[in-house]
Nanobody
């Protein structure tokens, strides 16, 4: 129901753009966001954005990542610039509807390595 794409291998300092589209069966999405997880760590919040456009970021990505969304397309994006090896993780998109339904997409792997 949430289809993520855009992951891949990039060199340190490079950029990637992740996309996540919600299927037509998902309505009234309030918050959309991106989380990431490595084998060593629990899943952590990267960034969120409300239907009104308010966004939040984890401190380690502020100034480098930008979250945006297209409400008409039920799609959320994550522009990742100045990538670092520590950004390597599986990135998951998430959507929470106004009815408190919590939906996860499949992960997309981002690898930052030279």
């Amino acid at each position: 129901q949430l289809q993520a794409s855009g992951g891949g291998l990039v060199q340190p300092g490079g950029s990637l753009r992740l996309s996540c589209a919600a299927s037509g069966s998902i309505f009234s999405i309030n918050v959309m966001g991106w989380y990431r997880q490595t084998p060593e760590n629990e899943r952590e919040l990267v960034a969120t954005i409300t239907s009104g456009g308010s966004s939040t970021y984890v401190g380690s990505v502020k100034g480098r990542f930008t979250i945006s969304r297209d409400n008409a397309k039920n799609t959320v994006y994550l522009q990742m610039n100045s990538l670092k090896p520590e950004d390597t993780a599986v990135y998951y998109c998430n959507a929470v509807t106004f009815q408190k339904r919590n939906i996860w997409g499949q992960g997309t792997l981002v690898t930052v390595s030279s």
